[in-house]
């Protein structure tokens, strides 16, 4: 079943503008949740985790449980921000990701 | 840094071959991990493993197997390939519980 939703498959914006990818989980017991991003022609890495509480690259996402949400977020756009963004949940007592369809961003000058 | 590597980066097999991909992690993590991933569909769990030896099913096991004989090596196995497993396919590990998973560069497997 699907756990993560990730409503937009792509989001286009233009360099300096706000951004936000959306991401909603279901899930009954205290959510660990993660994003990953691949670069083209790059591995899928880690961007962040709500449990961190950092800004990478300044990006920023917020675990808000009452909306069961945890939306990426960056004020400015950059051109080098465009890749495939993945949310994604920790399920299966700490093993395994269950992750999301995905959001292409395209970041245009 | 955490090395995942997967022993072939393209793969082109005929129906009803028996297919093996390699995936090797160089620090030593426990958890190990095989996931498919189709454009409109995400990454989708195929099998992990959380030890020598051990495996569980994950999402999308049906048509797959895996062999986990020692910790830095994890490979799935296509009994017999169809069509419908055309795909990238992504390894990956961790070293304990809730620590992020980190991924190979993936195969990209074309069955004909």
């Known amino acids: 079943a699907q756990r993560v939703t990730q409503p937009e498959k792509l989001l286009s914006v233009f360099k300096g503008a706000p951004v936000e990818l959306k991401c909603n989980y279901s899930?009954?017991?205290?959510?660990?949740l993660f994003w990953y991003v691949q670069y083209s022609r790059q591995r899928l890495q880690l961007l962040l985790r709500h449990i961190s509480r950092e800004s990478i690259k300044g990006f920023t996402a917020d675990l808000n449980k009452g909306e069961t949400s945890f939306h990426l977020k960056k004020p400015f756009a950059q051109e080098e921000d465009s890749a495939m963004y993945y949310c994604?949940?920790?399920?299966?007592?700490?093993?395994?990701?269950?992750f999301g369809k995905g959001t292409s961003l395209l970041v245009t000058p | 840094d955490v090395k995942v590597t997967q022993s072939s980066r393209y793969l082109v097999k005929r129906t009803g071959e028996k297919v093996f991909l390699e995936c090797v992690q160089d620090m030593d993590h426990e958890n190990m991990f095989w996931y498919r991933q189709d454009p409109g569909l995400g990454l989708r769990l195929i099998y992990f493993s959380y030890d020598v030896k051990m495996k569980e099913k994950g999402d999308i096991p049906e048509g797959y197997s895996v062999s986990r004989e020692k910790k830095e090596r994890f490979s799935l196995i296509l009994e017999s390939a169809s069509t419908n497993q055309t795909s990238m396919y992504l390894c990956?590990?961790?070293?304990?519980?809730?620590?992020?998973?980190?991924f190979g560069n993936g195969t990209r497997l074309t069955v004909t």
């Open positions: 994604a949940l920790m399920v299966n007592s700490g093993y395994a990701l269950n």
């Open positions: 899930y009954s017991g205290s959510p660990e």
């Open positions: 990956a590990s961790s070293s304990a519980d809730n620590s992020p998973l980190h």
